[in-house]
């Protein structure tokens, strides 16, 4: 009897250990988010940069436009369970999973303002996409950023 305990001691143990060697797959997904956010980052970066000053090419705007629209319905699914402080090192609070209706609320308005950008980026008119770059930075980046990521 003791004799088999002891075998089975050992073998959860391997599984411990060899299952420590590897990364989890909730650091993966964090990983994965961390590049798809910083992807945004660049793109709001980008806009910004050629609205304010004489770099890159107005027309260039409605290509970053679009991939924010794009990266905006990622966000959707780059937060599944599992990908939380406990997985791994995350600036992202438990309150994405524990306030489920309010951070779909927040994605979706993301999404529908980063669709407007995309729309009036369409048009090269610099005050339309200026206000709507506005529009998206409040009640997109910022209002997630409030209620769901960890301050620095
Ligand atoms: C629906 C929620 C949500 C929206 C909308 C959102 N973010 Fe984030 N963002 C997060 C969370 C949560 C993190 C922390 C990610 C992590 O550490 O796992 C983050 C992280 C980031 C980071 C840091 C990425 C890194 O390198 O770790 C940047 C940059 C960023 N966001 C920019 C933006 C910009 C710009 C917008 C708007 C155009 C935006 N985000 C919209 C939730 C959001």
Not at 54 to 81: Q, R, V, Y
Request: proline share 2%; hydrophobic share 45%; aromatic share 4%.
């Amino acid at each position: 009897m003791i004799k088999s305990r002891t075998i089975f001691s050992i073998a959860i143990a391997a599984a411990v250990l060899s299952g420590a060697s590897t990364v989890s797959a909730g650091e993966d997904d964090i990983k994965y988010r961390k590049a798809a956010m910083k992807a945004v980052g660049g793109h709001m970066t980008a806009i910004a940069t050629i609205l304010k000053t004489d770099a890159g090419d107005m027309k260039d705007i409605a290509i970053h436009a679009n991939a924010m629209a794009g990266l905006a319905k990622i966000t959707a699914t780059s937060f599944p369970e599992g990908s939380g402080p406990m997985d791994g090192k995350t600036e992202t609070k438990m309150d994405v999973w524990e306030k489920p209706e309010e951070f779909k609320k927040v994605t979706m308005a993301f999404i529908a303002e980063a669709d407007k950008l995309a729309a009036a980026a369409g048009t090269g008119d610099k005050s339309a996409i200026g206000a709507q770059l506005g529009a998206l930075g409040k009640n997109g980046c910022k209002a997630c950023h409030d209620g769901f990521r960890e301050k620095k």
